[in-house]
């Protein structure tokens, strides 16, 4: 058993309620339980993704990331302990020579049973757009079956979408989709080459099903419409959101809320202890990722793992001020993310 993933894991079913306002999920119920899975996932938030992806799994995960992010000793020893391994990709100056060895890792992975998580468009911009898939994914699962002929493994899509990418409480869609059973398309009598076409675009298709998508052209005025109509509509579902644009449904509501008085005035209390962090994590993101596609993810880190440090030290502040016996710290330690909870439910954020 990995501790550590499951520490973090533990954290993630903590935090991530209180960093987004609503995570719908949906076609859990689809991932076979018993069988090997080939997660693929689109990519519009860096490690947020993955993070999302695993948020209700009931199994630990493995992963493939980019190898450039591995390239700071430490950082790459905690991914891998993570169970994070890098793939090789040529745009990332660290040519891709060494994928050979990463691809026989995934065959002995899957071929144990265990659950593998890719992002097959080979890329991460934070927008709702998808990109063309890469063929590595079909290469890694027609070689694991190639390997392991008697290995039942299954691709599952998964679609991620955001109403804000950048935003904190913002709302984000996790849509399981319908298994592809990759021996089917192994054992056919087409080639190597139609093999992977075939299931690359077998992938997309059904990706396309649950990932909202906008053309670059004219991105910014469908992506308001569509902000407009998340509002108005609240859709509980990826599959949801791609059949509103497909509709081109629209509405006269606005999406921005007005804020309630006296919400704001209950609420303002409860979340004012927490703003001086929150204030310098949000900098400090900012400052170590340009604001790039990274800046969610590093400010949702931060948060998960600074604030209850924080909370321990107003704990133990308020313990030595009041003079109250030290066993009250933990006590009082719970009522601040309590407190932060209340507070967003209040003001509605």
Not at 124 to 150: F, T
Not at 156 to 169: C, I, K, T, W
Not at 324 to 346: D, E, H, M, Q, R
Request: with cysteine; net charge positive; proline share 5%.
């Amino acid at each position: 058993m990995n501790l550590l993933y499951s520490f973090l894991h533990f954290l993630v079913k903590i935090t991530l309620p209180l960093y987004y306002r609503r995570v719908h999920v949906s076609g859990i119920e689809n991932l076979p339980n018993d069988k090997p899975v080939l997660l693929a996932v689109n990519h519009q938030n860096a490690f947020l993704d993955a993070v999302l992806v695993v948020y209700q799994l009931n199994r630990q995960a493995y992963f493939l990331a980019r190898s450039d992010v591995f390239k700071n000793r430490v950082v790459g020893k905690i991914l891998r302990k993570l169970n994070i391994v890098p793939i090789y990709r040529s745009q990332d100056g660290t040519g891709v020579k060494n994928n050979g060895e990463v691809f026989n890792w995934c065959y002995h992975t899957l071929s144990e049973n265990k659950w593998v998580l890719i992002f097959p468009e080979g890329t991460c911009e934070p927008q709702q757009h998808m990109h063309p898939l890469k063929k590595g994914m079909a290469r890694i699962a027609l070689g694991a079956v190639e390997k392991y002929p008697d290995l039942d493994l299954q691709i599952v899509p998964v679609g991620l979408n955001y109403s804000e990418h950048m935003g904190f409480r913002s709302d984000v869609w996790i849509d399981y989709g319908t298994p592809i059973s990759v021996r089917d398309i192994a054992l056919s009598d087409k080639g190597s080459g139609e093999k992977i076409n075939a299931l690359t675009a077998a992938v997309e298709f059904e990706l396309r099903k649950v990932v909202l998508h906008h053309e670059m052209e004219g991105y910014a005025e469908a992506a308001e419409a569509m902000r407009h109509n998340i509002a108005a509509l609240r859709p509980q579902s990826g599959r949801t959101l791609v059949d509103i644009k497909k509709s081109a449904l629209s509405s006269e509501k606005s999406f921005s809320a007005k804020p309630n008085f006296w919400r704001e005035l209950f609420s303002f209390p409860l979340l004012l202890v927490h703003r001086p962090l929150y204030f310098a994590i949000d900098a400090m993101a900012a400052k170590l990722t340009g604001m790039d596609a990274f800046f969610p993810s590093v400010k949702y880190g931060l948060c998960a793992l600074l604030f209850p440090f924080y909370w321990l030290f107003l704990s133990l502040f308020l313990t030595y001020m009041l003079q109250v016996p030290t066993l009250l710290v933990f006590p009082i330690w719970l009522l601040f993310p309590v407190s932060l909870w209340a507070g967003l439910k209040i003001k509605k954020v």
